[in-house]
């Protein structure tokens, strides 16, 4: 309690499992990661919402979440793939609800973001065919490899610009993050992933048992 962390778990799978409580000295906040990760930091909640993704897309059922044997595979091309088509989803629920579809610097939710991260190249132009790191792969790459050094991702190959695989501890921080409002909202959009760590979109009516997600 002194320290500020409370334990998730303690298991032969995970050891002993600790997630941060916002006012403990081990939290760690997007300026930390911003320097960690040597990213922009007009960026970070483009960042942000590329760990949100990541968390959803690795666990897209309230079962996978749940079950204790179950692996994630994710792929930088997969997550932004995710985004991007959350992004569509957003713009064309503005647009047939008449809302202002650029809005405001500062407004809260996924509405606020979903333009800046359509804007944004996916790999940006470089004469070596490098992805950026401001591009939205380079920003995706940049927060995997921030999982994989936490010890929540591990990397198994260099496909889709990189192939990852969760672990028994990311499956406990992401059961910890799943009530939040943020996850609920960028579910309830209805875009679901499917194994390969690319994404796809379902009708609304096969997608509504992704809301349970936000309850496990």
Same mark, same amino acid.
């Given at each position: 309690?002194?320290?500020?962390?409370?334990?998730?778990?303690?298991?032969?799978?995970?050891?002993?499992?600790?997630?941060?409580?916002?006012?403990?000295?081990?939290?760690?906040?997007?300026?930390?990661?911003?320097?960690?990760?040597?990213?922009?930091?007009?960026?970070?909640?483009?960042?942000?919402?590329?760990?949100?993704?990541?968390?959803?897309?690795?666990?897209?059922?309230?079962e996978d979440l749940a079950d204790d044997g179950y692996i994630g595979r994710v792929t930088v091309?997969?997550?932004?793939?995710?985004?991007?088509?959350?992004?569509?989803?957003?713009?064309?629920? &503005?647009?047939? !609800?008449?809302?202002?579809? =650029?809005? #405001?610097?500062? *407004?809260?939710?996924? %509405?606020?973001?979903?333009?800046v991260y359509a804007r944004r190249s996916a790999t940006g132009a470089t004469k070596d065919a490098?992805?950026?790191?401001?591009?939205?792969?380079?920003?995706?790459?940049?927060?995997?490899?921030?999982?994989?050094?936490?010890?929540?991702?591990?990397?198994?190959?260099?496909?889709?610009?990189?192939?990852?695989?969760?672990? &028994?501890?990311? !499956?406990?921080?992401?059961? =910890?993050? #799943?009530?939040? *409002?943020?996850?609920? %909202?960028?579910?309830?959009?209805?875009?679901?992933?499917?194994?390969?760590?690319?994404?796809?979109?379902l009708p609304p009516d096969e997608g509504d048992d992704l809301d349970l997600v936000a309850d496990?």
């Open positions: 309690a002194g320290l500020g962390l409370i334990v998730l778990e303690v298991s032969t799978r995970a050891g002993m499992a600790v997630t941060a409580a916002e006012d403990s000295v081990f939290a760690v906040r997007m300026g930390d990661y911003a320097r960690r990760a040597a990213t922009d930091s007009a960026d970070r909640f483009l960042h942000g919402l590329a760990h949100l993704a990541v968390a959803a897309l690795a666990f897209p059922r309230p091309n997969g997550v932004d793939s995710f985004v991007r088509q959350a992004c569509r989803r957003l713009e064309e629920r &503005a647009e047939e !609800q008449g809302e202002n579809t =650029d809005p #405001a610097t500062g *407004a809260p939710g996924l %509405e606020s973001a979903w333009r490098r992805r950026l790191a401001g591009s939205t792969t380079g920003i995706v790459g940049k927060a995997l490899a921030f999982l994989v050094d936490s010890g929540f991702l591990q990397r198994t190959g260099d496909e889709s610009g990189g192939t990852y695989r969760t672990t &028994a501890r990311y !499956q406990l921080q992401v059961r =910890d993050m #799943a009530a939040t *409002a943020a996850m609920a %909202e960028l579910l309830e959009l209805g875009v679901v992933p499917v194994s390969d760590g690319s994404a796809t979109l496990a």
